[in-house]
């Protein structure tokens, strides 16, 4: 069964950077979408961006144009994204997603997510 | 950026009640879109894809429907773990973006 297992909590100061990574498995990782949704406490939901596994083509929210970067390692099947200049509103649950093969696929499978905590 | 408009933000409902949410798309999507259900502390997971399509797995007394630029998510014969945020996501262009979410309550 597909699984995408993400790396745990992070704290981090305002101005640093923080890079989560997401271990994909049961599914072919070169085959779909791997894309990045963060939620912040008690609200909804939000499209960072995506990375095509096979190519590593990327594209980004504009809102975070600069400051992310979605990378892939295909040979351990793993995703990362990275933020940086990290400020309190970046306090979110991101989430690492898979969507079918198309980059306007619907998200079928979703990592458990991971807090970053941003805080002085 | 195509925004999404969902509503209502909020309900309440009885078991076995009827349920609608609609989603309003700022410009034309095609049947690019998809409904997903959240539970507290938990992951979305997809009900509806293209608009109208079940996802596998997913309950029969969920579907979708589409009319021009509104989206519709409806919920027949409720039942209690059907409590959830439910979104709507536009896959049609990116952004891919998502309405602000309905929360449902089971009375």
């Known amino acids: 069964q597909v699984q995408l297992v993400q790396s745990g909590a992070e704290v981090k100061k305002p101005g640093a950077s923080v890079k989560v990574s997401c271990k994909a498995s049961g599914y072919t990782f070169t085959g779909y979408f791997m894309h990045w949704v963060r939620q912040a406490p008690g609200q909804g939901l939000e499209w960072m961006g995506w990375i095509n596994p096979i190519s590593g083509g990327t594209e980004y929210a504009q809102k975070f144009q600069g400051r992310v970067t979605l990378t892939r390692d295909t040979s351990i099947t793993t995703a990362y994204m990275e933020l940086s200049r990290l400020s309190s509103d970046d306090t979110a649950v991101y989430y690492c997603?898979?969507?079918?093969?198309?980059?306007?696929?619907?998200?079928?499978?979703w990592g458990q997510g991971t807090l970053v905590t941003v805080s002085s | 950026d195509i925004q999404m408009t969902q509503s209502p933000s909020s309900l309440s409902a009885s078991v076995g009640d009827r349920v609608t949410i609609t989603c309003r798309a700022s410009?034309?999507?095609?049947?690019?879109l998809n409904w997903y259900q959240q539970k507290p502390g938990k992951a979305p997971k997809v009900l509806i894809y293209?608009?109208?399509s079940l996802q596998s797995g997913v309950p029969s007394r969920f579907s979708g429907s589409a009319s021009g630029p509104d989206f519709t998510l409806t919920i027949t014969s409720l039942q209690p773990e059907d409590s959830a945020t439910y979104y709507c996501q536009q896959t049609y262009r990116t952004p891919l973006t998502f309405g602000q979410g309905t929360r449902l309550e089971i009375k």
């Open positions: 293209l608009a109208s």
């Open positions: 410009q034309y999507i095609s049947n690019y």
């Open positions: 997603a898979r969507s079918t093969k198309s980059a306007n696929g619907w998200i079928e499978d």
